[in-house]
């Protein structure tokens, strides 16, 4: 082995529901795991509030609060975790090098990706200081705590159309905020949010700014922006949810793995396989679909028992 390169039976890059549930099987099974946190240790999960959804928690329980519980349980069987992120890797033969932030050099036998998407958010202001107090990016997560209230939806495609349907099983009223003067979504997405009573579609409107005092109390508008007639409008709202799309963590990757159009690692036959031997992934970086705590922490899970059947086969 080459000097000053640490040498680890199974790496895990990234945290969260997905990382951290792969570290207590990986390190269950006596790998040894060294896991990066990477930007956000604990993920998505960490900017919100209540998470109500995510089995043995029936009182619900704080975000933040369950990744520090999946850390320390992951810590408690033994995983090195590590804050910092993996900046490089060279997947062109086992084992495999990679790089971490400050420099230190790791080769793995085997890599489980669980580095997560992150939700795409307009740039204001705005929705870092409401962030947990009304603005969401994740309506199944958050829609629960709107019921009987008013929300608004950003956004124009099919991902948009299916939030602003869900929400409206729940809220009230919602608003849908679309910049076009259509809808991007399928016919039959269109035709479901039109026919839907609740739900008031805003053509030719953009957020410029949200407001309120204990958190969101109503958004500021820009209707037709830089037309002869463009109209300022401030509607009233108790909810703000995104819906403009997820960017995938998987730059780093990109050069050795197979991606969809948008940079979703793909996995091979549904499992957490990659085309690489020994390289696994997990989470929402391979997931464009369901995004949710519990099916991270369930593909955490495969990937690791994946890992540890690959290690004993090699």
């Not at 043995?56 to 609060?65: E, F, L, S």
């Not at 159309?161 to 076009?180: P, Q, S």
């Not at 960017?247 to 990109?254: A, I, K, L």
């Amino acid at each position: 082995m080459e000097q000053n390169i640490e040498h680890v039976r199974c790496l895990i890059v990234g945290s969260g529901p997905a990382g951290y549930t792969a570290a207590i099987y990986a390190a269950r099974a006596n790998l040894k795991p060294v896991e990066y946190c990477g930007l956000q240790p604990g993920g998505q999960l960490t900017q919100t509030t209540t998470v109500e959804n995510f089995p043995g928690y029936p009182q619900g329980v704080d975000g933040n609060q369950m990744m520090m519980d999946l850390r320390e349980q992951a810590e408690h069987f033994g995983t090195d975790i590590r804050d910092g992120s993996i900046v490089k890797a060279d997947l062109s033969k086992a084992p495999y090098r990679l790089t971490a932030e400050d420099g230190h050099e790791l080769l793995a036998d085997t890599v489980i990706i669980a580095t997560g998407a992150s939700a795409k958010y307009l740039g204001l202001d705005d929705e870092r200081k409401y962030n947990g107090q009304g603005v969401s990016a994740c309506a199944t997560c958050d829609g629960f705590f709107y019921r009987k209230k008013t929300v608004a939806v950003v956004g124009g495609g099919d991902t948009a159309c299916e939030d602003a349907l869900y929400l409206a099983g729940l809220a009230k009223k919602v608003y849908m905020i679309v910049r076009k003067p259509y809808l991007r979504a399928s016919k039959v997405m269109q035709e479901r949010v039109l026919s839907t009573e609740n739900i008031e579609v805003l053509f030719e409107h953009n957020t410029v700014g949200l407001f309120g005092e204990n958190g969101v109390e109503g958004a500021h508008l820009v209707k037709r922006k830089g037309e002869p007639d463009e109209q300022l409008v401030d509607i009233a709202i108790d909810g703000f949810f995104l819906a403009i799309g997820h960017s995938p963590n998987s730059e780093v990757f990109r050069e050795w793995l197979d991606t969809d159009e948008v940079g979703y690692l793909k996995k091979i036959d549904g499992t957490p396989r990659t085309k690489i031997p020994g390289v696994f992934v997990a989470g929402d970086v391979a997931d464009p679909v369901y995004r949710q705590a519990i099916t991270a922490a369930g593909s955490g899970c495969q990937a690791a028992i994946e890992a540890e059947r690959y290690l004993l086969n090699a």
